[in-house]
């Protein structure tokens, strides 16, 4: 007699929490590639997107606030300046740029993190 599989085996799915923690894995792995500036600069920008992760954050809106967002990035840019020596447009511009992937990176746990619920 022929043996049948149970659902699950015949379709299987993939597992979700291998797939987060192999991205988490990856993002990691590519934070340590950072330039020394920029490992310096990233507990800050870290620090700041903390403090805006919140139910109703302007981060959270489908078109983010654009003086929001800089006068964060110059939140940032005060605290990390005070340990630089030569703090400048260059600091200003990588801040930015670290400050608004990190949004982005927040936005989309948010949005799939979102989806598994509803």
Do not use: N
């Not at 990233?42 to 919140?54: F, G, I, K, Q």
């Amino acid at each position: 007699m022929e043996q049948k599989l149970p659902y699950y085996m015949v379709y299987p799915m993939p597992f979700v929490d291998g797939d987060e923690r192999q991205a988490r894995r990856d993002l990691e792995y590519m934070k340590s590639l950072y330039p020394e500036t920029a490992k310096r600069l990233a507990p800050y920008v870290e620090e700041e997107c903390d403090r805006l992760m919140y139910e109703g954050s302007m981060i959270y809106d489908e078109y983010p606030d654009p003086l929001q967002l800089r006068l964060a990035c110059r939140r940032v840019f005060e605290r990390a300046s005070e340990g630089e020596e030569k703090p400048g447009a260059w600091m200003r511009d990588l801040i930015q740029v670290m400050t608004y992937q990190e949004i982005l990176r927040r936005r989309s746990e948010h949005r799939s993190r979102r989806r598994k619920f509803y």
